[in-house]
């Protein structure tokens, strides 16, 4: 039974279940994969709505970067229900390029994700484009929330290649850092808070997030063709050049360099980076590299004289008994001091499973150092069998960690 915990996942725990979930993702058939693509391009056009109107006409003297905050604060929305709810957010999932990476999913199957989910996003995007024109709302009153659609859109399609891609960048760094955070949590509640603060920096901060776009772009050059939205921005003074609200600078001047940024951001900067940290093979078998490779090996009935002539020989501390791959017991130069020498016995006469220590404590070759230490420590010993899929594969000894350890 897996012992119950309430602390939060540590980080090689969290590159573990970063990468197992990717491996979940990369196999999802069409249908499913589609289907929830469309429900996370949903989620964060309704952070998007929710933003527009809260930032619409603030109060008199509220500084610009208390709206933005304020605004950052509600669209995390969106990113809380794709993780809560469940969905396939295109930006979130460059992280299955730590499966990816690691062997665990073909370029193909990343490819898949990445496009089905990419369109399925747009898919959802556009449907709540639709909904929220039906609503009227960019209409309603003095036009107020239409005005600050259209003044949104208008200035993402107007950023140049450069900027566009470099704000990109920012943002996913930012974004799959709050997915990232969110594979710390055990409760709904971590994982909101996890959201919070990263997804709130984006936004308050201009970057650019591909889905978000999703829907403000296209909101932006529907609300370029509503007259009475066009009225009161003109009523307010002078019409800003809408000459860039179109088609074109949507899917070119603007997704096309976000989207790439996204992707440097959040599969470059964070998700191989931590693959690198937590689940490159040094990484995840750190014992590997202090323990003693195919460690000397003597048949039990053999004398302790012989032992120590091969453990000479090999210049090994220590030496196991029983056949190689199945020892059943480990002798040490502790084991001579304390079973021969101290009771003045002959090594000669004294055959090594009677100096030897048994039964055979054994730890993972995926171990952390930290398990290591502690096992010597409960065991009151001074060496470990290592194993690797249950077989005997080496030891590792607290000289070789002091050793090996200071090189």
């Known amino acids: 039974m897996e012992k119950f915990e309430i602390d939060a996942y540590s980080p090689a725990q969290m590159a573990g279940r970063v990468e197992k979930a990717g491996i979940t993702k990369g196999n999802l058939d069409f249908t499913t994969m589609f289907a929830l693509a469309i429900m996370a391009g949903v989620f964060i056009a309704f952070g998007a709505v929710l933003c527009t109107f809260v930032i619409t006409d603030p109060p008199e003297g509220m500084s610009e ?46 490819m898949r994700n990445w496009v089905i989910v990419f369109l399925g996003n747009l898919v959802g995007s556009l449907i709540i484009v639709y909904l929220v024109y039906m609503t009227g709302m960019w209409t309603g009153g003095k036009a107020a929330v239409g005005i600050k659609a259209l ?31 969110c594979f710390s949590g055990r409760s709904v509640t971590d994982k909101i808070l996890a959201i919070l603060f990263p997804i709130t920096a984006f936004v308050a901060l201009g970057f650019e997030h ?5 829907y403000f772009i296209p909101a932006g050059i529907v609300v370029k063709g509503l007259a009475p939205v066009m009225q009161a921005l003109e009523a307010k003074g002078s019409i800003p050049d809408l000459s860039s609200l179109n088609i074109y600078g949507f899917f070119i001047k603007n997704l096309l360099p976000v989207t790439l940024g996204n992707i440097v951001g959040g599969a470059a900067f964070i998700g ?18 202090f323990m003693t490779v195919g460690p000397p090996t003597i048949k039990a009935g053999t004398t302790v004289c ?62 952390t150092l930290d398990d290591v230490y502690k096992k010597m420590s409960d065991n009151q010993i001074r060496h470990l069998v290592i194993t690797e899929q249950g077989k005997q594969i080496g030891f590792v000894s607290v000289k070789d960690l002091l050793k090996k350890g200071k090189k």
């Open 210 to 214: 591909s889905i978000a776009n999703m």
């Open 151 to 181: 003044l949104i859109a208008n200035g993402k399609v107007n950023l140049s290649f450069s900027q566009a891609f470099f704000r990109g960048i920012l943002c996913n760094m930012l974004v799959c850092l709050a997915v990232w955070l």
């Open 65 to 110: 970067g208390l709206i933005k905050l304020i605004g950052g604060l509600v669209f995390c929305i969106g990113l809380i229900l794709v993780v809560v709810a469940g969905a396939e957010l295109f930006t979130g999932n460059n992280l299955i390029i730590m499966a990816y990476v690691g062997k665990k999913v073909t370029f193909g199957q990343l």
């Open 306 to 367: 012989e032992a120590i002539r091969i453990m000479k020989e090999s210049n090994s501390g220590s030496i196991l008994v029983g056949e190689p791959g199945n020892a059943v017991g480990i002798m040490s130069e502790a084991d001579i001091i304390k079973k021969l020498l101290a009771e003045g016995k002959e090594c000669k006469m004294v055959k090594v499973e009677e100096a030897m220590s048994s039964p055979l404590i054994t730890i993972d070759v995926k171990s």
């Open 272 to 289: 191989a980076i931590y693959w690198f940290v937590y689940l490159r093979p040094a990484a995840i078998e750190p014992v590997r590299q």
